[in-house]
C-alpha cells in the first residue's frame, strides 16, 4: 500500500523560505518520476516541480526561487521553497508516478494529502 506523507507547511511572510517534505512507503522515490504540486482555492492543481533520477524540472513560475530533491537513503522528497510570494499560497501535493515525469496532475496515481503554504505580504 502506497502512502506519501507531505509535512513542512506553515504561515511564512513574503520573501521568506519553507522546506517541504514527502515521505514514502510502499514505493521507493528513486525508481519513480515524482513531483510538487500545487492548488490554490477556485484554482486547478498545478505542477510546481519534478524530479527523475538525477533530472529535476520546475515550472516557470517556481525556477530559480523553489529546488526539488530527493534523499534516497529517507525515501523521502523535498521541496526547498525561497523567496516565497504571496502567490505561492496553496495547498502543495506530492506526487509519484512510474516512468516519465509529466506536468499532468491526472498522469499521477499516488498522492499525498497535502499541506497548506501561505505566504502573506
Known amino acids: 500500500q502506497v502512502q506519501l506523507v507531505e509535512s513542512g507547511g506553515g504561515l511564512v511572510q513574503a520573501g521568506g523560505s519553507l522546506r517541504l517534505s514527502c515521505a514514502a512507503s510502499?514505493?521507493?522515490?528513486?525508481?519513480?518520476?515524482s513531483g510538487w504540486f500545487r492548488q490554490a482555492p477556485g484554482k486547478e492543481r498545478e505542477f510546481v516541480a519534478a524530479?527523475?533520477?538525477?533530472?529535476?524540472y520546475y515550472a516557470d513560475s517556481v525556477k530559480g526561487r523553489f529546488t526539488i530533491s530527493r534523499d534516497n537513503a529517507k525515501n523521502t522528497l523535498y521541496l526547498q521553497m525561497n523567496s516565497l510570494k504571496p502567490e505561492d499560497t496553496a495547498v502543495y501535493y506530492c506526487?509519484?508516478?512510474?516512468?516519465?515525469?509529466?506536468?499532468?496532475?491526472?498522469?499521477?496515481?499516488?498522492w499525498g494529502q497535502g499541506t497548506q503554504v501561505t505566504v502573506s505580504s
Open positions: 510502499g514505493l521507493t522515490f528513486s525508481t519513480y518520476a
Open positions: 506526487a509519484a508516478r512510474l516512468f516519465f515525469y509529466t506536468t499532468q496532475s491526472k498522469d499521477y496515481p499516488n
Open positions: 524530479i527523475k533520477y538525477g533530472n529535476t
